[in-house]
């Protein structure tokens, strides 16, 4: 078992307006997990994704499955 922490970061796109998550990337070799959470609130509940539905979601949005991004 291990106990790495997560590695929190929002995306280069972010503009500081309150309204972002934040993601760690640097569990997904040992957990096979996205962490995500709002970052408003670095405290408050921490989604836990599959990293092949986080990248699938990726994919979709950058498809422009959801709008205009």
């Known amino acids: 078992m291990t106990t790495e922490s997560p590695h929190w970061f929002k ?3 972010s503009n500081n307006g309150g309204a972002c998550v934040e993601i760690a990337l640097n ?3 040992s957990r096979s997990v996205v962490p995500v959470r709002d970052s408003k609130n670095p405290s ?3 989604l836990t994704v599959p990293a092949g539905a986080f990248a699938f979601f990726v994919a979709r949005i950058k498809d422009g499955e959801f709008g205009a991004v």
């Open 27 to 29: 569990l997904v070799a």
């Open 44 to 46: 408050g509940p921490v």
């Open 11 to 13: 995306s280069s796109y």
